[in-house]
């Protein structure tokens, strides 16, 4: 009834061209784009912003960068990690070297230093291809971080070998640092998402992103109609990277502000973003979304029910949580292998068709 | 999503609903993970000592005492989930249990004004209280310890350490590196030559290392282990037969969980105590009668008299006469935020404290000031008997060298200052 294109007429191509075709999809999201701006910064306290949306953001973001490298390239990655601490240390090393300059510029300049490393490891997808290149991406991950931690300049030789985020101001007001205010920083994340978003929407609906999914389908056959595969898979470490740096550089100075690169940024968390997408749904920024809000905030609630409402030990409610998590996880996988983006689109087809299911 | 959102939020609400006076003891907890061999007994004896206090005493000045465990598996996000979950119940003092961790919370509580107590761990330079206003480190903090140590092994040798190689093995993140820098110029200072081996987290894995230890045949190893990686380096350094008695840990590396599965092989060694070991004290009767006679033990029960046990003992035993200071500071029972730093920056602990709670020549004496976070700094040597399965302290509490560390800790902690625009306090 209400989600149909009937009676939706597109009048140029503009309109033609809207990343929601669906008058009530497009409502929708304007809805929460509202919500997210103009609410939620009004009522958000330090625990939902630290505990809940900062996490969610930051993890979004990578992500989105992951899912446009394995989801719409097809190249497989296990460094997520390794090159979100590129963005961090890259954020790090500018912001201490060049006070005066705006740290929002450094966040973005964080982001292109990674895409450059990231061209940089993603040179062999051009000569190997699934495991392999996995393996070699492997080698990226463990390899960087053992860089950030054997080479005392990156954390300008600090004692501890921890890199901590001094207090930045934007508008004269700090957004990094321990006086923080909760809105400050979640609108911050918010904005960088909503950009990453929409940049990242767009590039895989156009003629980039385009030769991407060509190379994925198969790359013999795109190289054969006239997509350089060269061109293609470096540009999609490149985006991929640049958007994980970014995730790397706010989930340093923003969410965390001290890093210590071993703990933070292992392997575990190339698997956790990597487990995102694929539980989201791979080439799909949607399920971006949804991954990194079913991995970061499903703990969370979790905890908060079985400890805090039910008053379980703590260690049963961390083994249990494990334990519910990886069962959903295998649970969604089995009912839905391509994720929580296929369900979200199964159901808008549902709902096209209601009440007269064919 | 929504759904998921909106059930928090219920949750959320549900949590933050207690309204009856009460002390709130945070505690980072982490009964799992990797390092769940060192934290579970960490948060027994914790749970346990503040059990006896509210049995016996009905609390602190007439306050029972909550201990809030948060479970953190060690883990730098579930922390900050934790610190802010549990900071707005009026928590007292923050007991982060990690390095990295208290690094990640002394900007964070400073602005929040609430205390951190790092018991032996945590940034060093934070003994500087003129710096560092809300976080201590009291009685002992790294450098300290590595003197400790250094020093032990000077009596060994008569006091002339020249042309010995000391090798350090250490966990490598903000707490194993945090030695290096008063190991080096401790080697200056002595004439032995030092070099440093990390052992990635979580330590599992440390082949290579002890094949280079067996290679450079140093005169003495020490380590700044955590959790899996103490028992993973016990095994190594008998597989290649290193003598257990040239193999010092830190008080970390220290604790039954770390010694027992390399059986007999571990015999002779040694780390540093903050405390004795054993169950030969009066407070070990009080838990039998107010605790564990009523079934009221935390965890398992299985970790009664180990050495992290006693620890945590210890560490409740501090938090206990902090609070119970900061009561009689401020002349209030129900005591805040603000008057718990109070407490701490008064906190006198004598012998006859310690023998009036049971703790007879448990550990040695010291004082807090405004300007001195740090204590005395002093550490034992314990040695493991593995045929008895006992700690014994075989020195004396062992005075660090404070010539060479007092003026680093002022340097770091003016650096720190600096750094982030911090005015002098105490003046």
Known sequence: MLYREAGDFKKSYKEDNHTFPIKFDRYRYYVVLVVAFGVIPFLVNDYWANAIFLPFLIYSIAAIGLNILVGYCGQVSLGTGGFMAVGAYAVYKLMTSFPDVNIIIHIILAGGVTAMVGVLFGLPSLRIKGFYLAVATLAAQFFLVWVFNRIPWFYNYSASGQINAPERLLFGVPITGANTDAWVAYLVCLIFVAVSAIIARNMTRGALGRSWMAIRDMDIAAEIIGVNPLRAKLTAFAASSFFVGISGALYFVVYLGAVEVGEVFGITKSFLVLFMIIIGGLGSIFGSFAGAAFLVLLPVLLKNVLVGSWGWQTDVAAHLEFMIVGGLIVGFLILEPHGLAQLWRLGKEKLRAWPFPY | ?427
């Open chain 2, 1 to 427: 999503m929504f759904k998921k959102t909106l059930t928090a939020t219920v949750t959320a609400i549900m949590f933050a609903a207690p309204a009856m006076a009460e002390l709130v003891v945070p505690w980072f907890a982490y009964r799992t993970g990797a390092y769940a061999p060192s934290g579970i007994p960490l948060v027994d004896g914790v749970n346990d000592y503040f059990t006896m206090v509210n049995e016996r005493d009905g609390g602190i000045g007439g306050i029972p005492v909550r201990v809030l465990e948060c479970e953190t598996g060690y883990n730098t996000e579930k922390s900050v989930e934790c610190y802010e979950s549990t900071k707005a119940e009026g928590s007292l003092v923050y007991q982060p249990m990690s390095t990295g961790v208290t690094y990640q919370l002394i900007p964070k509580a400073t602005a929040d004004g609430i205390a951190i107590h790092t018991l032996g761990y945590g940034r060093t330079s934070a003994a500087n209280g003129r710096v560092f206003s809300n976080v201590f480190n009291y009685p002992a903090n790294y450098w300290t310890g590595a003197s400790v140590a250094v020093n032990h092994l000077l009596d060994l040798n008569g006091g002339d350490m020249s042309g010995k190689k000391v090798t350090l093995v250490y966990h490598n993140s903000a707490y194993g590196k945090e030695p290096i820098r008063v190991l080096e110029i401790l080697s200056e200072k002595h004439g032995f030559d030092f070099n440093a081996i990390p052992v990635d987290h979580p330590g599992q894995e440390q082949k290579s290392q002890w094949l280079q230890i067996r290679r450079e045949k140093p005169d003495y190893v020490l380590m700044w282990g955590w959790g899996v990686m103490n028992s993973v380096a016990i095994n190594e350094a008998a597989n290649i037969r290193f003598p257990m008695e040239n193999f010092i840990g830190v008080w970390w590396s220290g604790s039954e969980n770390d010694v027992v599965p390399a059986g007999m092989r571990a015999d002779g060694y040694k780390a540093l105590a903050l405390n004795a070991p054993g169950t030969d004290y009066g407070i070990y009767d009080e838990l039998k009668a107010h605790v564990w006679n009523k079934n009221l033990t935390a965890g398992a029960g299985d970790q009664v008299g180990s050495v992290l046990y006693n620890r945590a003992l210890y560490m409740a035993f501090l938090t206990h006469m902090a609070i119970a200071k900061a009561q009689e500071v401020t002349g209030v029972a129900d005591i805040s935020q603000a008057d718990m730093i109070k407490g701490m920056e008064a906190l006198e602990i004598t012998d006859e404290l310690m023998a009036a709670n049971g703790l007879s020549g448990f550990a040695p004496s010291f004082s807090v000031s405004c300007e001195d976070h740090g204590g005395s700094g002093l550490g034992a040597v314990q040695q493991w008997n593995a045929k008895e399965g006992t700690w014994s302290l075989i020195t004396d509490f062992i005075e660090p060298d404070m010539g060479v560390i007092a003026p680093l800790i002022k340097e770091d902690s003016e650096a720190f200052a600096k750094e982030n625009n911090i005015a002098m306090r105490c003046n």
